[in-house]
């Protein structure tokens, strides 16, 4: 047979066609998401290791940590000097970074919204959550447990919430008693309206707010409730 009549096997029409591999466009971005949090975790996992200074703040417990700034803080009259990171608040500062803690100023929202974290910074009522603890720094700061004075056992607006059991769950007290006596600090016969506005902020889930500002109207009354 000569090769003019051997058969074309080039081309064999009756063999199957491979499959054809396609990829949706979801595949793809999850295959470039990952490749591309790969590159960029990689030379950070690598320096993490490879930088002793970094190293050793993940190994050592008593290690600073990298990017910690030295601060003081002036709380109840104290001098707290300590190392916190850029983005602390003074909230977490209070509660985390002091010794002894001051456990005092509660976390609840942590966004600004319930006032349970309110203490006084220069004779104002602020909420420590939205404070950084570096911008905190060079003021003067009370909380909660520095409102007793020397030869108290409790502040006049602490001991005035107590008498009126203006609490329930308490998580809210600290911010309640911080604004109460601020205010009357500031405005040494305040009114209930004034009361009610210096408290406009807090919030108590509990429902207990008309024996709070009972409360606040006694002290208010108390001589020893404000500053001479």
Known sequence: MSEDHLPDRTKDE???KPARRSV???QFLAGAGV??????LTPVLIGRHSDPAVAESYSSPDAEPVGSLPIVLNVNGESFAVRVEPRTTLLNALRNHLTPPLTGTK???DRGECGACTVKMDGKAVYSCMVLAADAEGHTITTVE???RPGQELHPVQAAFVAHDALMCGFCTPGFVMS???CLENRPHASLDE???ACAGNTCRCGTYPRVFEAALSAARDPASRED
């Not at 490749?35 to 960029?40: D, E, Y």
Request: charged letters at 10%; proline letters at 4%; aromatic letters at 0%.
């Open 180 to 182: 109460v006596a601020t």
């Open 195 to 197: 009361l009610r506005l």
């Open 24 to 26: 949706s466009r979801r």
């Open 146 to 148: 520095g409102l007793s």
């Open 107 to 109: 976390i609840v929202c």
């Open 35 to 40: 490749a591309g949090a790969a590159a960029i």
């Open 14 to 16: 009756t063999a199957p």
